[in-house]
C-alpha cells in the first residue's frame, strides 16, 4: 500500500482542484447567470416526454427538428396509445418506456415535459426534483392549489426550473399587448380585460379517448372547462397586472351540456376586481369556433389580440383603429421547448410574473381555486378573507 502525504500548503490547492472539476448542482446550472453557456447552448437538450394522454403532446412529437433538444424518452404505459403516435410520428417504440423510474435510468434526460394528467404532475415532480431534472408542465400548474404547493416546496429545495407551458405565451400578440401597454404606455392605465378562451367542446371537436377520460374528470383535471380554459385569462391577467392580487373573485359555472359532460362544468366566468381595473374572464366549452383573443381597455386607448398575429390597437387622439400583424417573437420566446432549452443552457433569466415562472403560476393557482369556491359557494370572495 502507498500512503501519499500531502504538504499542509497544498491543500487549499487540492480543495480548489476538486471544487472546478466537481459537477455543478441543479441550482448553479439553472440559475447562474454570469457564465456564458455558448458551448453547451449548442448542445441539444435531452428531454424526457412523460405521458401522451395530453394531445398537447403533438407538439413536442411533431417539432421539426432545430437541434436545439432531443427527445431521449417517452413514459406511456399504454402501448397501444405508443404505437398508434409513433406511426403518426416516426419515433422509435425502443425508446418508449412503462415508468418515469425505467426511463430517466435507461435516459438520463436533463429535463422532462409532462403530457398526462394534471393530477399526475405532482408525482412527475416529486421524481425528477431531487434527481435534479427540470420539469416543463401543461397548463395550469397542478389539479390543485395544495398540489401546486408541494410542487413548488420540491422545485425551490432542490433547486429545478418547474415551468408551465400555456398555448398563449408563445401568441406574438401577446408580447406585443405587454409591451405598447407597458414599455410605451400606450394605453394609458389598464381598467378592463377580457378574454374569450375555450371551443365547442373537447367532445365536439375530436378529442381522443385517452385525452377525454382525464380531461371530463374532477379529480384528474382539477374541474372542466374552469380549469382548461380559465388558467388563461388567470396566466395573462397576472403577467399584465405585475402581481397584484385582486381584491374580490366571483365565478359563475354552469353545465350546458351535462348529457355529455356530467361530472364537470362545460361553462365559467370569472371576474376579478383590482383597485382600479376589472378582468372578465370567459372560459368555455360551448364557442361556436376555437378562440383565445384578449381586449386590454386602458384610459387613452385598447388593445385587441384577436389570435397569435393579428393585432388592432386604437389610441385616445386617433379616430381609426390600427390593425397590424404583430412583429415575431426572438429565438427562444417562440416556443415552449426553445424557451425550455434557452432557460437551463442559456441561463435565461424569467421575470419574476414572466407568463412561465412560479410565481405567476402560484398565483393562477391561487385564482383558480378561490373561483372554485365562489362558485360552488355563489357568493363574491375577497381574496383577503379566503387567504388570510
Known amino acids: 500500500m502507498i500512503i501519499k502525504i500531502y504538504r499542509i500548503d497544498m491543500i487549499p490547492f487540492i480543495v480548489l482542484l476538486i471544487t472546478m472539476f466537481s459537477a455543478k448542482s441543479p441550482v448553479d446550472i439553472g440559475h447562474s447567470g454570469s457564465q456564458t453557456n455558448s458551448v453547451s447552448e449548442t448542445i441539444p437538450l435531452r428531454v424526457g416526454v412523460v405521458g401522451l394522454v395530453h394531445t398537447h403532446v403533438h407538439w413536442i412529437l411533431d417539432r421539426e427538428n432545430l437541434g436545439d433538444i432531443k427527445v431521449v424518452g ?26 418515469l423510474e425505467q426511463m430517466v435510468e435507461a435516459t438520463q434526460p436533463e429535463a422532462v415535459t409532462a403530457f398526462n394528467t394534471i393530477f399526475g404532475h405532482l408525482e412527475v415532480v416529486e421524481y425528477c426534483a431531487p434527481r435534479g431534472i427540470h420539469v ?22 432542490y433547486g429545478i426550473y418547474l415551468l408551465t407551458n400555456y398555448e398563449t405565451s408563445w401568441y406574438a400578440t401577446t408580447r406585443e399587448a405587454h409591451r405598447i401597454t407597458h414599455e410605451e404606455s400606450g394605453i394609458g392605465e389598464i381598467r378592463k380585460i377580457l378574454f374569450h378562451t375555450g371551443h365547442p367542446g373537447p367532445i365536439e371537436i375530436g378529442c381522443n379517448t385517452e385525452f377525454l377520460d382525464w380531461l371530463t374528470d374532477p379529480v384528474l383535471n382539477g374541474g372542466g372547462a374552469l380549469t382548461d380554459f380559465g388558467c388563461y385569462g388567470a396566466n395573462l391577467t397576472t403577467w399584465l397586472m405585475k402581481g397584484v392580487n385582486p381584491i374580490t373573485v366571483h365565478c359563475v359555472t354552469q353545465q350546458i351540456k351535462p348529457e355529455l359532460y356530467p361530472n364537470v362544468e362545460d361553462e365559467a366566468t370569472i371576474i376579478l376586481t383590482y383597485s382600479k ?5 370567459q372560459a368555455s366549452w360551448n364557442w361556436a369556433h376555437n378562440r383565445k383573443d384578449m381586449q386590454i381597455h386602458g384610459t387613452k386607448g385598447f388593445i385587441i389580440c384577436h389570435d397569435a398575429e393579428k393585432i388592432e390597437i386604437l389610441h385616445q387622439d386617433e379616430e381609426e383603429i390600427k390593425t397590424q400583424t404583430a412583429p415575431k417573437l426572438p429565438a427562444g420566446l417562440h416556443d415552449p421547448l426553445a424557451f425550455l432549452q434557452k432557460v437551463i443552457r442559456g441561463n435565461h433569466s424569467i421575470e419574476k410574473f414572466d407568463l412561465s415562472s412560479l410565481e405567476n403560476n402560484y398565483q393562477v393557482m391561487k385564482i383558480l381555486e378561490i373561483a372554485k369556491y365562489s362558485a360552488q359557494t355563489r357568493k363574491t370572495v375577497r381574496w383577503d378573507d379566503y387567504y388570510k
Not at 417517452?74 to 415508468?99: F, W
Not at 381595473?277 to 374572464?281: E, F, N, S
Open 136 to 157: 416543463m408542465v401543461e397548463k395550469p400548474l397542478a389539479v390543485s392549489l395544495a398540489h401546486a404547493e408541494k410542487m413548488i416546496a420540491l422545485a425551490e429545495r
Open 74 to 99: 417517452i413514459v406511456e404505459p399504454n402501448r397501444e396509445l405508443a404505437k398508434r403516435y409513433s406511426e403518426q410520428h416516426g419515433y422509435s417504440m425502443d425508446i418508449v418506456y412503462n415508468t
Open 277 to 281: 381595473a376589472q378582468v372578465i374572464i
